[in-house]
T-cell receptor
Framework: GENVEQHPSTLSVQEGDSAVIKCTYS??????FPWYKQELGKGPQLIID?????GEKKDQRIAVTLNKTAKHFSLHITETQPEDSAVYFC???????????FGSGTRLSIRP | DTAVSQTPKYLVTQMGNDKSIKCEQN?????MYWYKQDSKKFLKIMFS???????INETVPNRFSPKSPDKAHLNLHINSLELGDSAVYFC?????????????FGDGTRLSIL
């Protein structure tokens, strides 16, 4: 079955700097890669997703890149702000599967 | 208007008791899920229903029994609670069960077993 690895587990960056979170997946047939943000006491919320037919997608300060050959995908947050502090999860889904497989999460802290 | 709502938000109970968690979504989605998040924040799917039919049943003890009275509701009943059941349980929904459908999560039910 699909396995998703996520790094780093914790990340601390200065406010205004960029943050990068990386994930790898095991099943080359996976074709959907969402990213979720979980704030304290809340459920995960979708922030951006990418499908296997594109290599990059951007939404304001957030971008995701996908390298299908290497089975890597990454989340990039630019000009970080205090409200970006949260736990971020990557995930992958196989086209024949109804479930998505989550990475282990990255706790992002923004230093003022 | 809350899209996916779970009750209760907190549940503290004794080992051996039976408890239920309720979930409702007002998004008109066909598919609903239950996830378990452990103390290390790892999210693992437990069950999924599509239009009231069970489609995913992961390796979960049979003390856990989901029920979907209609496609907008998915409840989780847990018998004979054990210490290891302490976790946050999330309900989620998606438009359909096919791939590349974003999932919408509730805010979780924190279950603590004494």
């Amino acid at each position: 079955g699909e396995n998703v690895e996520q790094h780093p587990s914790t990340l601390s960056v200065q406010e205004g700097d960029s943050a990068v979170i990386k994930c790898t997946y095991s099943d080359s047939a996976s074709n959907y890669f969402p990213w979720y943000k979980q704030e304290l006491g809340k459920g995960p919320q979708l922030i951006i997703d990418i499908r296997s037919n594109v290599g990059e997608k951007k939404d304001q300060r957030i971008a995701v890149t996908l390298n299908k050959t290497a089975k890597h995908f990454s989340l990039h947050i630019t000009e970080t702000q205090p409200e970006d502090s949260a736990v971020y999860f990557c995930a992958a889904q196989h086209p024949s599967a109804s479930k998505i497989i989550f990475g282990s999460g990255t706790r992002l802290s923004i230093r003022p | 208007d809350t899209a996916v709502s779970q009750t209760p938000k907190y549940l503290v109970t004794q080992m051996g008791n039976d408890k239920s968690i309720k979930c409702e979504q007002n998004l008109g989605h066909d598919t609903m899920y239950w996830y378990k998040q452990d103390s290390k924040k790892f999210l693992k799917i437990m069950f999924s229903y599509n239009n009231k039919e069970l489609i995913i049943n992961e390796t979960v003890p049979n003390r856990f029994s989901p029920k979907s009275p209609d496609k907008a509701h998915l409840n989780l009943h847990i018998n004979s609670l054990e210490l290891g059941d302490s976790a946050v349980y999330f309900c989620a929904s998606s438009p359909t069960s096919i791939t590349d459908q974003p999932q919408h999560f509730g805010d979780g039910t924190r279950l603590s077993i004494l």
